[in-house]
């Protein structure tokens, strides 16, 4: 199974920079590059769409707790084909208004301060380096 740089970008469309060999070394017997090769194809189809799409139900799930988002009913989707510029109700789920609240909170906590990062002096002698570290941290 040796597979050269040509076909391998054909295969899992990769791209590998230069300087990188595919093939085994002229006189060596390849098989630690057959090794290495497998263990990394097997890797790549690991991470395929195939093994993704196993999880996409709970990734979708989690989206709509995080996301705000239109849930139509059969009215309000009728009405929107009539009249697309009439505005509908938006659902934002208590898990993201949730986040979004905590993230702002700790963001205007943390970083509203002048410096960010503040350093203090171990002795005497470590005063001038700290001014000189928070002016440009």
């Given at each position: 199974m040796t597979?050269?740089?040509?076909?391998?970008t054909q295969v899992k469309g990769y791209e590998y920079e230069e300087g990188v060999?595919?093939?085994?070394?002229?006189?060596?017997?390849?098989?630690?590059?057959e090794k290495v090769l497998k263990k990394v194809l097997d890797r790549a189809d690991?991470?395929?769409?195939?093994?993704?799409?196993?999880?996409?139900?709970?990734w979708d799930a989690m989206?709509?707790?995080?996301?705000?988002?239109?849930?139509?009913?059969?009215?309000e989707?009728?009405?929107?084909?009539?009249?697309?510029?009439?505005?509908?109700r938006v659902v934002i789920p208590y898990t993201y208004a949730?986040?979004?609240?905590?993230?702002?909170?700790l963001m205007m906590s943390l970083l509203s301060q002048d410096p960010i990062?503040?350093?203090?002096?171990?002795?005497?002698?470590?005063?001038?380096?700290v001014r000189f570290l928070q002016q440009y941290s």
């Open positions: 597979i050269a740089r040509h076909e391998f060999q595919l093939i085994p070394v002229a006189g060596s017997s390849g098989e630690l590059h690991v991470a395929s769409e195939g093994e993704r799409s196993s999880r996409l139900a709970s989206d709509k707790k995080l996301m705000a988002y239109v849930d139509l009913t059969e009215s989707t009728a009405l929107k084909k009539k009249r697309p510029d009439i505005p509908v949730t986040m979004e609240t905590l993230l702002t909170y990062f503040t350093f203090d002096a171990v002795n005497s002698n470590d005063h001038g380096a």
